[in-house]
């Protein structure tokens, strides 16, 4: 009970000592005018997990597309929310990075190669995009899967929803669901980190 939803699960997650929060918005929902979402993220006391659905429910998760384009404060983050949904699923990961026409595609694999020794995940799948453009290549890509995870910037929620950061542009236009992560501040370790899972 209290005057501000945004306070009061703020408030009772630092009492109960919570791990993450966990969020959900509809698809026609600008996040940037939901201010329990913005005040949430804005005061995080542990890692947030923003679901986006525009049906009532989220659906079996089968195939799971993560975009990936090097170290992120979030990778802890993910990679521990996508080995929860394997574990209780046996679902199918996907890993895409995207290089520009004509990029380095070698680092791209070095990348992606990395990525699937942190998520050791069996049989995950590894994908090479070439596009000038990230949202519209990410967006193409998730239309063949039943969950897509991005990780949003520290600043993300500061910006214009359909200007602002390629998670924010994606997020909007993508039919399937859509999850998006922001580890609290004091998780920046990253990548060790991932190895403690």
Known sequence: IGRSAADEIVQTAQYNYCNLILMGYKKEEDPLENSIIHQVLTHQPCDVAILKSDKGYAGSFKRILVPIGGKD????LKVRLIHSVYQSTGCEVTLMTIVAPGGNRKQADLTLQ???KI?????????VEESEQIADAIIARAAE?????LGMREDAWLQSFFFGTVAQQV???????????KAHAVE?????????I
């Open 73 to 76: 404060i979030n990778d802890s």
């Open 119 to 127: 998520y050791q995940i069996p049989n995950i799948q590894l994908v």
């Open 114 to 116: 990395r990525g699937a």
């Open 171 to 181: 997020a909007g236009q993508v039919e399937c669901p859509t999850l998006l992560v």
């Open 188 to 196: 920046k370790s990253g990548f060790r980190r991932i190895l403690k």
């Open 145 to 149: 899967h039943d969950l897509l995870v």
